[in-house]
Nanobody, 119 residues
Framework: QVQLVESGGGLVQAGGSLRLSCAAS????????MGWFRQAPGKEREFVAT????????SYADSVKGRFTISRDNAKNTVYLQMNKLKPEDTAVYYC????????????WGQGTQVTVSS
């Protein structure tokens, strides 16, 4: 069973915006806070943004703070990542996952969605 499905990536010019979506299974979405990670070519997967365990606060990597916003729609079991003022260094495959602190909880990842930012 597919538990995480990311979408919304694409090619955008520097300074542009994209909105990513992550549809999670009810079992996952209702049990854990959700967040976003990304992996650029040749680099380790890194934390991007997450909700707290209570869902009342958010946390962001310093590299995206002020530019990215995480949100969710509980009725759709979906978490979003609004990305503004995109930079070429934001180019990566973006993944969602259940999160504890700034670490992923699920051993299995979705396919991710590619974000490419051109100069």
């Amino acid at each position: 069973q597919v538990q995480l499905v990311e979408s919304g990536g694409g090619l955008v010019q520097a300074g542009g915006s994209l909105r990513l979506s992550c549809a999670a299974s009810l079992r996952i979405f209702s049990s854990y806070p959700m967040g976003w990670f990304r992996q650029a070519p040749g680099k380790e997967r890194e934390f991007v943004a997450t909700f707290s365990w209570s869902g009342d606060s958010t946390s962001y990597a310093d590299s995206v703070k002020g530019r990215f916003t995480i949100s969710r729609d509980n009725a759709k079991n979906t978490v979003y990542l609004q990305m503004n003022k995109l930079k070429p260094e934001d180019t990566a495959v973006y993944y969602c996952n259940a999160v504890r602190g700034r670490s992923p909880l699920l051993g299995s990842w979705g396919q991710g969605t590619q974000v490419t930012v051109s100069s």
